[in-house]
C-alpha cells in the first residue's frame, strides 16, 4: 500500500510524462510557420534582445526599423518587463531557429524542477487537495480561452501544449514565480525574492503571487520585502538609463501596449498560483479550529 507521500509522488510523475508528451507533440510544429501574418512569440524576445545591442530606443516598438533582424512574415512586439532581457541575453549568441528551439527544450528541461516545487509545497496537503493541486499546475487542464488550433483544444495540457507550440515563455515564469513560492515556504527570503524578481516580466501573475509570497515569508518579511526591492531595482532600473527602455516600457504599458487578451498560455501561471493560494487557504481554515482547540487544553492544563 502506497503512503499518502507517494501517491502524490505517483500523480506528479503522471502529471509531468503527460506534459513531455504534450511536448513531443508541440516540439516539431515549431519548425513550421505559425501564420501568414506573425511570427511565433518567441520572436519577441529574440527581436527585443538583437534591438537591445542595436537599436536600443526602440525594443518596445511594434514596427518594423531600418536595419532589423529579419524575421518572417513578422515579428512579434516584445512587451515584457526591462528584466527579462537579462535573463534571455544568452540565446542571443545562437542562430533565431536554434535560439528558439533551445529555448522550448530548457523550458522543457525545468519541469523537473517544478515537479520538486509543487511536491515539497503539497507533500503534506490532503492527498485529494494535493493530487488535485498538482495536476493542475504541472498540465493545467482548466478551461481558458482558446486559440483556432483544433490541434491545441484536443489536447489533454491546451496551456502547456500552446506555450510548446508558440515558444512562449509563461513556462519559465511558472517556474520562477512557484521557485519563489518554495523558498519563502522554506525560509528563504532572499531566494524567494530573487526568484520573484526574475519572475515579473508578465505583471499580471506576478501581482497574484504576492500575497501568497508574503504569507509565506512572514517570519522573514522585512528581509524578503528587502531583498524583493533590491533586486527589482537591480535588475530594472539600469534600462532607465540606457536610451530611455524603462521609460519605453512604461509608456508602452500606460498606453495599452503591454497588457494585451490573455491566450491559453497566459493562464498557466496565473492557474498555479491561483490554486496554492486556495490550496494554502484551506488548509489554514481547516488547521485553525485544531489550533484553537489545542491552545484552549494548554489553558486548563496550566490552570
Known amino acids: 500500500m502506497l503512503s499518502k507521500k507517494k501517491k502524490i509522488v505517483l500523480i506528479i510523475l503522471i502529471a509531468v510524462v503527460l506534459n513531455v508528451i504534450a511536448f513531443c507533440f508541440a516540439f516539431p510544429q515549431t519548425f513550421k510557420p505559425e501564420s501568414a501574418t506573425y511570427a511565433r512569440d518567441f520572436s519577441a524576445y529574440y527581436l527585443g534582445e538583437w534591438r537591445l545591442f542595436h537599436n536600443p530606443a526602440k525594443i518596445y516598438d511594434g514596427n518594423a526599423q531600418p536595419g532589423d533582424f529579419q524575421i518572417l512574415p513578422h515579428p512579434q512586439t516584445f512587451?515584457?518587463?526591462?528584466?527579462?532581457?537579462i535573463l534571455f541575453a544568452p540565446f542571443l549568441a545562437l542562430s533565431y531557429q536554434n535560439s528558439l528551439a533551445a529555448f522550448d527544450l530548457m523550458q522543457l528541461a525545468l519541469m523537473p524542477a517544478l515537479a520538486?516545487?509543487?511536491y515539497k509545497l503539497l507533500k503534506d496537503k490532503s492527498l485529494v487537495l494535493g493530487g488535485i493541486a498538482a495536476i493542475i499546475i504541472l498540465l493545467d487542464p482548466l478551461p481558458s480561452p482558446s486559440l483556432t488550433s483544433a490541434s491545441i483544444l484536443g489536447s489533454f495540457s491546451p496551456s502547456y501544449f500552446s506555450?510548446?507550440?508558440?515558444?512562449?515563455a509563461h513556462v519559465l515564469q511558472t517556474v520562477l514565480l512557484i521557485?519563489?513560492?518554495y523558498f519563502g515556504f522554506t525560509k528563504r527570503p532572499w531566494l524567494?525574492?530573487?526568484?520573484?524578481?526574475f519572475g515579473?516580466?508578465?505583471?499580471?501573475?506576478?501581482?497574484?503571487?504576492?500575497p501568497l509570497l508574503l504569507w509565506f515569508n512572514r517570519q522573514k518579511i522585512a528581509q524578503?520585502?528587502?531583498?524583493?526591492?533590491?533586486?527589482?531595482?537591480a535588475t530594472n532600473?539600469?534600462?532607465f538609463f540606457y536610451y530611455g527602455i524603462g521609460s519605453a516600457f512604461l509608456r508602452a504599458e500606460v498606453n495599452g501596449g503591454i497588457i494585451s487578451q490573455m491566450y491559453q498560455y497566459d493562464w498557466i501561471p496565473l492557474y498555479a498560483v491561483a490554486t496554492l493560494t486556495i490550496v494554502e487557504i484551506i488548509t489554514v481554515i481547516q488547521n485553525s479550529p485544531k489550533r484553537i482547540h489545542f491552545s484552549s487544553q494548554l489553558k486548563l492544563k496550566n490552570r
Open 163 to 168: 506555450g510548446f507550440v508558440t515558444v512562449n
Open 79 to 85: 512587451k515584457y518587463t526591462p528584466s527579462f532581457l
Open 200 to 210: 515579473v516580466f508578465d505583471p499580471r501573475a506576478a501581482l497574484l503571487a504576492v
Open 179 to 181: 521557485g519563489a513560492l
Open 116 to 118: 520538486f516545487f509543487v
Open 237 to 239: 532600473l539600469p534600462f
Open 224 to 233: 524578503f520585502i528587502t531583498a524583493a526591492v533590491i533586486f527589482l531595482l
Open 192 to 197: 524567494s525574492a530573487l526568484m520573484f524578481a
